[in-house]
C-alpha cells in the first residue's frame, strides 16, 4: 500500500495543476456566492409542497405566489452565474496585469450577461409585441452560461494587456474616463455573441444553451449511471486522500447537471412521477460524503466509542460534532485519515458504495431522489429525509447507509486501533524509563532543579499594532474551500481576543469569497485543504501587503485548540 501511495504521489503536480486551473475555479468560487439564491429558493418550495404529503393542498394563488419566488430566483440561476463566474475569473486574470490598469469587474459581469441573453433568450413574437422566452436562463442554461463567462473576461484582459481601450486626457475626471475605457471591450464582447448567435440558429435551428442540452444528453445519462457514479465520487475521495481538496476539482465539472437534475426532479414530484434522477447536490452532500469527504460521519463515531487507543478516542470524541455538520477536516488530519495506508480503500470506497446503494434504493425500491436543495451543513441523515420530500423510505435509507459505512471501516478500524495501542503502550513504558533516568540523575547530583514545561507568555504582549495596517486591531483571516473549518479557527482566535481583551478580530471565509476582505488583512491564514491553492494566493497576498500562513493538517488542528499559539505564530509571522 505505501507503493501505491509513492506512485501517486508522483502525480501530485498533475493534480494541483487541474485544482489550481482558473477556469475550475471562476466555476466554484462564482457558485458558492450563489448558494442563498439556491438555498433560498429551495425553502419556498419546501413550503410549497411538504403539505401536499398529508394531503394538505394550498389555493392555486398561494401556491402561484410561492413559486413565483422560486421562478425568480432558482428560474434565473444561469443569468445570475453568467456574472458571477466572470467577475471570479476577472479577478484571476487581473493578477496578471499591473495595478494601474485593471479589468473593470463590474463591466465585465454587465458585458457576461448581455451575451449570455443573446446566447440564450429566444424572441417571441405575438399580438401583444414582443416577449422572451426565458427556459434557458435556469439551470438548462449553465453550460451556456459557463462558456460564455470563460470567454468575455479574456476578450476584456486582451484589450487592457494591450491597451485597446479609449484613452482619455488626464484633465478629465477618473469615473468618466473608466467608464470611457469599458466602450471598446464591452463593444467587441457584445459583438462577438451578436454574430455567433445569428450563425449559430441559422445553422442549427436554435439557440447555444438549448443545443448543448441536447447534445450532452447522453452524457447526463452516462453519468447518472453506476459507472458515472463511481468515476465521479470515487476521485472525489481518492483527490481528498493524496491531500488535494477533491470536490474543488471535480464538482464545477459536474454543478451544471447538478442543477439540471434536481430542477427535473422538482417537476416530476410535483406531477405525481417518480424523481428518479440520482446525480443532484444532495447526492453529494449527504450521501457519498456523509459527514465530509470519505464518507466519514460514521468511522468519526467508531474513534469516539470503540476505540481502545485513547488517542483516537480523543480524536473522535473532539471531531464528532464538526462532522455531524459536514466539517471533517478535524477527522481527516486528526486521526490521520487523509495519506494513511490504513485507510485507503474505504476511504475511497465507501461514498461509491454509498451512492450505489443510494441509486438501487432510487432505481429499485422507487424512493425519491432529492428534490430540494439545503445547506451543505445540514447533517446527512436529515437531508436524506427532508431533501428527498420527507420520504419515509428515506429514513430507511439512511440507517442502511450509516450501517454500509460501519462494515466497510470496521476491519480497518480495527487493524489500526491495535496499531494505535500497541504504539501507546511503546510510547508508556519509554516514558517510564525516561521518567527512572531523570529521578535517578536528580538524586545522584546536587544539582538545583528547574521547572521544565510549555512557555508561560502574556498573549497582549505579543500584539505590536505598529505592524498593521489600521493601527487598532490585528486583523485575521482564516481560508479554506467551505467557510467550514475556517470558521473554528476564526472563532478560537475571537474567543481568546474577548477573553483576554486583545485588539485581535479573526474573519473566516470560503475561498472565492475572500476578495473583498483580503485588502483589509494583516494576515492570511491558509487551512490545510488549501495547500494547491497557495501559489494564487500568494499573489493576492503580496498585491494586498498581507503576510501569509500555510498550515498542515495536524498543526491546524493543534491551532484550532490551542488559540494562544496559534496567535503565537500569527505575531512572529509579522515581525
Known sequence: MDGIIKQIDKWQPTFKKIATNKYLRAIRDGFISLMPIIIFSSLFLLVAYVPNIWGFMWPENVEAALNKAYN????????FAAANVSRALAVNLNLELPKTNQVPVSSVMFATQVAFLLVAVDPVFTDE???????????????????????????????????????????VPQNISEAFQNIIPFS???????????????????NLAAWIIEALAPLFTAADGYIGLAIIYGLMAFFWFIGIHGPSIVEPAVTAIYMVNVEQNLHLYQAGQHAANVLTPGTQYAVATLGGTG???VITYMFATLAKSKEMKAVGRASAIPVTFGVNEPILFGAPLILNPTFMIPFIFAPIANVWLFKFFVDVIKMPSFIYNLPWTTPGPLYIFMGTGFSLIALLFAVVVMALDFVIYYPFFKAYDRMKVAEEKEQEQEAETVEKKITESITNTDVESKE?????????????????????????LVLCAGGGTSGILAKSLNQLSEKEHLPLEA??????????????????????????????LQKECDLNNAKMITTNGKEYINMTRNADKALKLITETLV
Request: proline share 2%.
Open 507 to 536: 474573519a473566516a471565509t470560503a475561498f472565492g469569497n475572500h476578495t473583498a476582505l483580503i485588502s483589509d488583512m494583516d494576515v492570511v491564514v491558509l487551512a490545510p485543504q488549501m495547500a494547491t491553492m497557495k501559489d494564487e
Open 295 to 297: 464518507a466519514t460521519l
Open 188 to 206: 467587441i464582447s457584445t459583438t462577438v455573441f451578436w454574430l455567433f448567435d445569428i450563425g449559430f440558429r441559422k445553422l442549427t435551428g436554435t
Open 72 to 79: 425568480y430566483s432558482m428560474g434565473a440561476l444561469a443569468f
Open 452 to 476: 521544565v514545561g510549555n512557555v508561560v507568555y502574556n498573549a497582549s504582549e505579543l500584539i505590536n499594532l505598529n505592524q498593521t495596517k489600521d493601527g487598532q486591531h490585528l486583523n485575521v
Open 129 to 171: 409585441g414582443l416577449n422572451l422566452f426565458t427556459g434557458f436562463i435556469g439551470s438548462k442554461g449553465l453550460i451556456a452560461a459557463f462558456l460564455v463567462s470563460f470567454i468575455v473576461p479574456n476578450i476584456y484582459f486582451w484589450c487592457f494587456k494591450h491597451k485597446i481601450t479609449i484613452k482619455l486626457p488626464d484633465e
